[in-house]
């Protein structure tokens, strides 16, 4: 059977189908979006994370209002690198308290007292102070937490209020943290909640469509790209020198009112085919307008997604074109990739991350000359595995939501050269000599699309030749 019993999981037997080994035909995956085991020191995040952190995070120009205490509040400062051109203070005469994305941390800070009389009233407060400090803000959002879904406090009702006051949208998304197994519930909640409030503000306010005279024939969006460390600035252009125009970006670097266009596009590009494949589903029902599903890391993956792309407009010329910018752009950083592939060969990698990038980069690797020999994802359901097992080699260690047990008998049976991971297991790999690179915000990306290829190559072989891991094994 490849199923696969860690030595650590000998106490936890449940864990062991949520742990596989790949075998010839490839016809087993792991049990996975399944409560966490009692007694597993899971490392999921929670569904208001999903929310926030993910999808809703990177709108640049709203009030993240956080209705919860100080510590849910906390979570929404400075973390992730969604990034956005935002930053209003670098313009002349924009004072900077203007600037409302990632630098500002809102939060009603509910207490005790709060919980027991309840929060409605401390939240419009917030919301019509926060509004008057920051008077650029375009709309709000209010995201509940498990406190205040627990006392049950009307976030919709608070949210329409505020509107009528301030003459601005104001959004209110119930993803409590208890709500799921994992973040991914959170990104289920903001997609549906979001559209259904989106059609009725549309039908409300007929002025926020985009006008007959202001759309094109080759209008698009690019569903679920949160711009990590800039990655829409190699993705973007791509698309638009093929003919196409981005209309929308759901959510990365986004204006609030663009996202009340969704559905005026031709076609939807997903990308993020976990957290926002929902609202594209979700618009093709209800306005009949297709999406594709691409990936935009590596050479052969972003050059399948302009084809793709060209191939549903059945444009000759785009199609042409299409041709041209994928010789163009390779032929641009040829030079660069064969001299990192020569020497990142042979190289032993493993992958944990939250879902899509495992199965988008096995591809990439195989690029680069390297070979993947586990792959773990946080909060994986049954397609995304489906993908990983397809794209990685028999024998692959697959782990759906592991623990840092599980990660340390990884390293120590796996044995890579390098682990692509997030911040919080470095601490633990580098004890082993393992190096790590930051593969949730990247260390010096973008990392999609042709040209970020060549930073990710950059930033793993920097990563894995660094001379304090030869230190490290010499002095131990």
């Known amino acids: ?123 419009k407060n917030a919301l019509l102070e926060a509004f008057k400090i920051n008077p650029g803000a375009s709309a709000a959002i209010i995201y509940m937490t498990c406190s205040t879904a627990l006392i ?87 698309f638009e020198k093929i003919g196409v125009r981005v209309l929308n970006v759901f959510t990365g670097n986004s204006r609030f009112m663009n996202l009340l ?22 618009i093709r029902q209800g306005f009949d307008i297709p999406f594709i599903r691409v990936s935009l890391f590596g050479i052969e993956q972003t050059a399948k997604a302009l084809r793709d792309t060209a191939e549903w407009f059945g444009d000759e010329k785009m199609k042409k074109r299409a041709e041209e910018v994928i010789e163009e752009e390779t032929e641009a950083i040829r030079p660069a990739i064969e001299w990192y592939r020569e020497r990142l060969a042979g190289k032993r990698i493993a992958i944990y991350v939250g879902a899509p990038r495992v199965w988008h980069w096995p ?42 047990f599980e990660i340390e008998e990884m390293i120590e049976t796996c044995k890579p050269d390098l682990f692509l991971t997030g911040l919080k297991e470095k601490y633990l790999v580098r004890k082993f000599g393992v190096p790590t690179l930051n593969s949730h915000s990247y260390e010096a990306g973008p990392y999609a699309g042709f040209r970020g290829l060549v930073n990710f190559a950059r930033d793993i072989y920097q990563a894995l030749y660094a001379p304090v891991w030869r230190l490290a094994k010499e002095e131990f």
């Open 1 to 123: 059977m490849p199923y696969y019993q860690m030595r650590c999981n000998l106490c936890i037997p449940e864990r062991n189908k949520h742990t596989v080994i790949v075998d010839e035909d490839k016809s087993i995956i792991p049990e996975s979006n399944a409560p966490t085991v009692p007694g597993d020191m899971t490392e999921r995040g929670c569904a208001f994370a999903g929310a926030r952190g993910v999808v809703g995070g990177p709108i640049v120009d709203v009030i993240h209002m956080i209705h919860a205490p100080v510590g849910c509040g906390y979570y929404t400062w400075g973390t992730r690198r969604h990034l956005g051109d935002g930053y209003n203070w670098a313009m002349p005469g924009v004072l900077e308290n203007e600037a409302n994305h990632r630098r500002h941390c809102y939060t009603t800070a509910m207490t005790e007292q709060d919980i027991v009389f309840g929060g409605m009233e401390k939240l």
């Open 152 to 238: 049950g406090d009307d976030i919709e009702n608070v949210a329409k209020e505020v509107s009528k006051i301030v003459g601005k949208p104001v959004f209110a998304c119930a993803s409590p943290g208890f709500c799921g197994v994992s973040q991914s519930k959170g990104h289920h909640e903001f997609n549906f909640q979001f559209y259904k409030w989106l059609l009725k503000y549309r039908e409300e306010h007929p002025e926020v469509c985009l006008k007959e005279e202001e759309k094109t024939p080759y209008d698009v969006n690019l569903i679920g790209d949160y711009n990590i460390d800039w990655d829409l600035v190699t993705i973007v252009p791509l």
């Open 261 to 282: 266009k969704l559905p005026d596009a031709k076609l939807n590009i997903v990308h993020c085919q976990r957290s926002a494949t929902y609202i594209a589903e979700l």
């Open 363 to 404: 591809k990439v690797m195989e690029e680069l000359g390297m070979e993947v020999v586990a792959c773990m994802t946080t909060f994986g359901h049954k397609e995304d595995y489906e993908k990983i097992v397809q794209r990685v080699k028999p024998g692959t260690l697959i782990i759906d939501n592991p623990n840092e």
